[in-house]
T-cell receptor, first 114, second 113 residues
Framework: QKEVEQNSGPLSVPEGAIASLNCTYSDRGSQSFFWYRQYSGKSPELIMFIYSNGDKEDGRFTAQLNKASQYVSLLIRDSQPSDSATYLCAVNMDYGGSQGNLIFGKGTKLSVKP | DGGITQSPKYLFRKEGQNVTLSCEQNLNHDAMYWYRQDPGQGLRLIYYSQIVNDFQKGDIAEGYSVSREKKESFPLTVTSAQKNPTAFYLC????????????FGPGTRLLVL
């Protein structure tokens, strides 16, 4: 059973701090990794994707991937109250008939306090 | 505007009734997906389709049916066999390519009367 694990939180950080969200996955063959943000009552919105080991930065967001450790993380710098949401980690199944299917973690709820 | 639309936003089902949730996309995406989300749970895959006139069961297909007669449309029917249908239903689509992301519609919240 392929799994994606995240701490459910809530993770509480003060405004302006760095929020660090972590995700581990079980399938060594996974090649594509995604972070989605989901506000309460809304649908998930893609915010970052990463395919290669290392860091990928986009504005205040940085995704980090370590395939050897089967670990992917999302850093949010200068956190704002508007960043308060649940963050879903998703891993792509890149093989066989399930190519393109995603396995989702249950999400980490982030709360940014003013 | 390109995007994914789902309707209705809220849907009420009576016991023994079949209901159909609509999902349409004008992004020219090849693959489409249906997920169910329950409070405190992750997204669970119900059905997916990678090409027109073909679809596969996901992890929780029992009590659901789909069709894919057009590239743009992937409706989901919640049948009376689904005993616990109350959930948030999400449709997603994805362009061709092994590393492409999935993009979600706004969702339909199904409630049982």
């Amino acid at each position: 059973q392929k799994e994606v694990e995240q701490n459910s939180g809530p993770l509480s950080v003060p405004e302006g701090a760095i929020a660090s969200l972590n995700c581990t996955y079980s399938d060594r063959g996974s090649q594509s990794f995604f972070w989605y943000r989901q506000y309460s009552g809304k649908s998930p919105e893609l915010i970052m994707f990463i395919y290669s080991n290392g860091d990928k930065e986009d504005g205040r967001f940085t995704a980090q991937l370590n395939k050897a450790s089967q670990y992917v993380s999302l850093l949010i710098r200068d956190s704002q109250p508007s960043d308060s949401a649940t963050y879903l980690c998703a891993v792509n199944m890149d093989y066989g008939g399930s190519q393109g299917n995603l396995i989702f973690g249950k999400g980490t709820k982030l709360s940014v306090k003013p | 505007d390109g995007g994914i639309t789902q309707s209705p936003k809220y849907l009420f089902r009576k016991e023994g009734q079949n209901v159909t949730l609509s999902c349409e996309q004008n992004l020219n995406h090849d693959a489409m997906y249906w997920y169910r989300q329950d409070p405190g749970q992750g997204l669970r895959l119900i059905y997916y389709s990678q090409i027109v006139n073909d679809f596969q069961k996901g992890d929780i297909a029992e009590g659901y049916s789909v069709s894919r007669e057009k590239k743009e449309s992937f409706p989901l029917t919640v049948t009376s066999a689904q005993k616990n249908p109350t959930a948030f239903y999400l449709c997603a689509s994805r362009p061709f390519g092994p590393q492409a992301a999935q993009y979600f519609g706004p969702g339909t919240r199904l409630l049982v009367l």
